[in-house]
Nanobody, 114 residues
Framework: QVQLVESGGGLVQAGGSLRLSCAAS????????MGWYRQAPGKQREMVAQ?????STDYADSAKDRFTISRSKDTVYLQMTSLKSEDTGVYYC??????????WGQGTQVTVSS
């Protein structure tokens, strides 16, 4: 099994920054991609950013120019700047294997106060 442990969430004022981390452990074989998803209250979970094993990145339109995803071995980071109230939600780490199996972390709360 794969375990994903997130950290770095919290309460921040609008315009501030946060850095999320997600460490993967366990039966990690071939990783296709790692990424971050957000679920706001009353909304569906949505992709925020992801990075492939080759280093290609993809961002939601709302995250472009403000968020940066990076990866070091089995840890993925999300640097968030210029945070807005609409960035509030539970952020989940995702790992997708080459066999398209999805693994999820337990989630970390990010709250941006205006």
């Amino acid at each position: 099994q794969v375990q994903l442990v997130e950290s770095g969430g919290g309460l921040v004022q609008a315009g501030g920054s946060l850095r999320l981390s997600c460490a993967a452990s366990g039966s990690i074989s071939s990783i296709n991609s790692m990424g971050w998803y957000r679920q706001a209250p009353g909304k569906q979970r949505e992709m925020v950013a992801q990075i492939t094993s080759g280093g290609s990145t993809d961002y939601a339109d709302s995250a472009k120019d403000r968020f940066t995803i990076s990866r070091s071995k089995d840890t993925v980071y999300l640097q968030m700047t210029s945070l807005k109230s609409e960035d509030t939600g539970v952020y989940y780490c995702n790992l997708k294997s080459v066999w398209q199996v999805n693994y999820w972390g337990q989630g970390t709360q990010v709250t941006v106060s205006s």
